[in-house]
């Protein structure tokens, strides 16, 4: 990549993780200036000349997931109104993707809003992993890559013993991905029944697919952990059907309301593993927690598109993941 032609900026949400991309992709990290007026307004300035350039913008909408939203939209506004050439808006985590559907009255299905405004902002492209809704891919105005984490868990795991391993998705929705991780590990499949009652409650009644009667471990997958109910409730089925130890595993480690805590604290989970596609601070994180970066996933998706190349290998659909 020809340096003084590409700028990567990063927002407040993952300085660390747009540093790292920068690495990868052999160029500086631009500087971005975020503060905020007496009446709380913020302030975005972009601290590096974007005229007739390529443009990368960072940032993962988590929590404060609002502040972080606004800061990516003012950034990539910024960008355009600096007659910047491409724009591309790279969001590791679109925490918005789980407001897909009208399921109640007179509400907003915010990921397709929040879709519509990336391009109102300027961006010409965006690029995020691990969408909690699929369909929602098809909401973005511009083009968009999805990408996929399964690369990073496939080199994980791949370095352990994975007999007597089963692998479960907590709920039939992600069923067709984990059956996807469980083909690259080479690893057995099943799957809860789960029935959401809230934002923070949920019943899995059953696991469907093959049995876990006969296997000793059980490796839980998922795109996200927010609260954690869901792992913990599918982990006492397992344990109950004589499951003896537990690993977790999840793109997006949101770990709100003391959920890495509350998973931690039960014994038969060993092992808790999750990407940086959220920043966890060091002081939250637990001896059971494993970080793995997905920059050279992304650096290698930005790579290739700036080089004009397929990055079919790298998408979330995709049968291959190397």
């Known amino acids: 990549m020809n340096p003084d032609e590409v700028r990567v900026f990063g927002g407040s949400s993952h300085p660390e993780l747009a540093a790292d991309l920068a690495q990868y992709l052999g160029v500086s990290m631009d500087r971005t200036k975020i503060s905020r007026f007496s009446n709380d307004n913020l302030y975005v300035q972009l601290e590096a000349s974007v005229r007739s350039r390529i443009v990368f913008v960072v940032q993962s909408l988590s929590p404060p997931v609002n502040d972080h939203l606004m800061e990516l939209l003012m950034m990539l506004d910024a960008a355009r109104g600096a007659s910047a050439r491409e724009i591309h808006a790279i969001i590791p985590y679109f925490s918005f993707a789980r407001s897909d559907k009208k399921d109640a009255p007179r509400i907003s299905i915010t990921a397709r809003l929040v879709a519509d405004l990336l391009k109102t902002a300027g961006a010409t492209h965006a690029m995020t992993m691990a969408l909690h809704s699929p369909q929602v891919h098809g909401f973005f105005r511009v083009p968009t890559d999805h990408l996929s984490a399964r690369p990073?868990?496939?080199?994980?795991?791949?370095?352990?013993?994975?007999?007597?391993?089963?692998?479960?998705?907590?709920?039939?929705?992600?069923?067709?991905?984990?059956?996807?991780?469980?083909?690259?590990?080479?690893?057995?499949?099943?799957?809860?029944?789960?029935?959401?009652?809230?934002?923070?409650?949920?019943?899995?009644?059953?696991?469907?697919?093959?049995?876990?009667?006969?296997?000793?471990?059980?490796?839980?997958?998922?795109?996200?952990?927010?609260?954690?109910?869901?792992?913990?409730?599918?982990?006492?089925?397992?344990?109950?059907?004589?499951?003896?130890?537990?690993?977790?595993?999840?793109?997006?480690?949101?770990?709100?309301?003391?959920?890495?805590?509350?998973?931690?604290?039960?014994?038969?989970?060993?092992?808790?593993?999750?990407?940086?596609?959220?920043?966890?601070?060091?002081e939250k994180r637990h001896p059971k927690l494993e970080i793995l970066s997905v920059a050279g996933i992304f650096g290698e998706a930005i790579r290739r598109n700036y080089l004009r190349q397929s990055i079919g290998d790298l998408f979330a659909f995709g049968e291959e993941s190397s």
């Not at 996807?180 to 949920?202: C, F, Y």
């Not at 931690?264 to 060993?270: E, G, N, T, V």
Request: aromatic content about 6%; proline content about 4%.
């Open 152 to 282: 990073v868990f496939k080199r994980y795991f791949e370095q352990f013993d994975l007999s007597d391993t089963i692998l479960v998705a907590p709920d039939m929705g992600y069923a067709k991905t984990a059956a996807r991780m469980a083909g690259n590990l080479d690893l057995p499949v099943a799957a809860g029944n789960k029935e959401r009652i809230s934002d923070t409650e949920v019943r899995i009644n059953g696991i469907v697919g093959r049995s876990v009667h006969g296997y000793r471990r059980a490796l839980i997958f998922d795109d996200e952990i927010a609260t954690g109910g869901s792992i913990l409730e599918i982990s006492r089925l397992l344990l109950e059907q004589g499951i003896e130890e537990i690993w977790v595993a999840c793109t997006h480690g949101v770990f709100v309301r003391d959920a890495l805590a509350r998973l931690a604290a039960l014994p038969q989970i060993s092992k808790i593993v999750t990407t940086n596609t959220i920043h966890v601070p060091p």
